[in-house]
C-alpha cells in the first residue's frame, strides 16, 4: 500500500507538472538558465555548475545537473554562452539532455542604466525506457503490481530515443547597479515530441518573469551589506509557480529564505546558505515540502558552484556595464 500511494502521488505530480521545465530553486546561480540574456553580465569568464536531487526520500532518481560557461566581448558588442543540462527522472526512465547556445547584445542607454538582448538555440534529446515504466492496468488492489500490462508500447527491447530537436528562445534584462529585471520565452517555436508518434505532442512555451533589487544596509561608501528583494513568476502550459523571497548578503556571506506558489497548491518554502570568496561562490538550498507530496517526500537539495575570472583592467570597455545581483 505504501508503494502505491507512492506511486499515485507521483503520478498525480507528474500529470499537474505535464511538460514542465526542470527548476531550479537558487535561479540566480544559473543565470543564463533563467534567461539567455544574462549571458556576459559577470564581464569575464563564468562557470557555473549546478546540482539538484528533488524528494530523494521516495527511492526514485529526480537529478538535474547543468555546466555553463559565459563571457562578455566588447568585440561583438555583447556576450556569449553555452550550457549543458543533464535530467533524469524517475530512476532514469525518462532522462533529458540538451546543449544551449547563447548570445545577448549590450546596450548602455546611460551611466546608471544598460538592456541586455538575448538569443538561444537549443538541441534537446530524450530517451526514455518503457520496459521500466508500470502501468494502471497492471494493479491489484490488494497485492500491488502484478499484472502485465496491455498497454500499446513500442516494439522495442531497450530504451526509445525522440529525434534531437532543435527550439529557440529569447529574452531582455534591464538593470541599474540597484535595481533589475527581465523576461524571457523558452520554446518559442514550440517543437514537436513524442516518443509514440502522436501529432501536436509539444513542449509547450515557457514565460519567465523576474525582478528584484539590492537595497544597502551599511553606511559604507562601498557597500558590503546589502537585503535584496525578488520575485519570480513562471508559466508554461498549465502550469504556474511563483517565488517569492529575500537575500541577506553580509561581505562574504550569504542567507535567503523563499515561499513558492504552484497553479494548484503552496508548493515549499526554500532555506538557501552561501559564501563567497574572490573568484569563487558556492551555496547550498533546501525545499522544504508543504504541499500534499510532502507525505513521501521530505525535500529537496540543491548546490551550486560559480567561478568568476577577472580579466578587465580598470576602467573596464566603455560598452559595458556590470549586473550586480546575489547570484544565487
Known sequence: MKKLLLFSVILTFLIEARA?????????????????????????????????????????????????YDQHFDVIGGGIGFQALYDQAGDGELSTTKANFMYSYHLRVSKKFSIKAGLQASITKKSLDFNKLLWRDQIDNRLGFIYNTQEPLPNTNGKTEIEPFTDFSAGILGFTKKFY????VHHINEPEQSFLGNPGSTLPMKMTGHIGMLIPMDKEREHKSFFSPNILYQKQDHFMQLN???????KFFIT???YR???????AVMALIGVKKDQLKFGYSYDITISDVNKASLGSHEISLIVEMK??????????QRLDCPDF
Do not use: C, E
Not at 529585471?181 to 524571457?184: D, E, K, L, Q, V
Not at 580579466?311 to 559595458?320: A, E, F, N, S
Open 261 to 267: 506558489q504552484t497553479s494548484v497548491n503552496s508548493d
Open 256 to 258: 535567503g529564505v523563499w
Open 20 to 68: 514542465q521545465d526542470p527548476q531550479f530553486t537558487q535561479f540566480y546561480a544559473n543565470p543564463i538558465y533563467l534567461n539567455p540574456a544574462f549571458a556576459g553580465t559577470s564581464g569575464g569568464p563564468r562557470f557555473a555548475m549546478n546540482y539538484r536531487n528533488q524528494w530523494p526520500s521516495i527511492g526514485a532518481s529526480f537529478v538535474t545537473y547543468t555546466a555553463s
Open 311 to 320: 580579466v578587465y583592467k580598470r576602467p573596464p570597455p566603455k560598452h559595458w
Open 244 to 250: 517569492v523571497g529575500a537575500y541577506y548578503i553580509n
Open 181 to 184: 529585471a527581465g523576461f524571457a
